[in-house]
């Protein structure tokens, strides 16, 4: 094997098992949190699944990052 891929593999491996868990993470605070509508939580939990490097952000800065700017208010 060549010698990049003994590097490539591990950290490829690695970023899979990452984006795995914070899959689970952000599927289970979608359905504990209150600040996501009950009606859109079924939507949330299939675009975090099927689009989740582009959804994972946007989730964050909507539900998450804007809660904890109004709480410091």
Same mark, same amino acid.
């Given at each position: #094997?060549?010698?990049?891929?003994?590097?490539? &593999? =591990? $950290?490829?491996?690695?970023?899979?098992?990452? /984006? &795995?868990? $914070?899959l *689970?993470?952000? /599927? @289970?605070?979608? &359905?504990?949190? %209150? *600040? !996501? =509508?009950?009606?859109?939580?079924? $939507?949330?939990? !299939? !675009?975090?699944?099927? +689009?989740?490097?582009? *959804? #994972? =952000? !946007?989730?964050?800065?909507?539900?998450?990052?804007?809660?904890?700017?109004? +709480? @410091? %208010?």
């Open positions: #094997m060549p010698t990049i891929m003994k590097i490539i &593999f =591990p $950290l490829h491996f690695f970023t899979m098992i990452w /984006i &795995f868990g $914070l *689970a993470i952000y /599927i @289970r605070h979608i &359905f504990k949190t %209150e *600040a !996501v =509508p009950q009606d859109k939580k079924a $939507l949330w939990a !299939v !675009v975090i699944f099927c +689009g989740n490097m582009i *959804a #994972m =952000p !946007v989730y964050w800065y909507l539900y998450i990052w804007k809660k904890l700017d109004k +709480g @410091r %208010e």
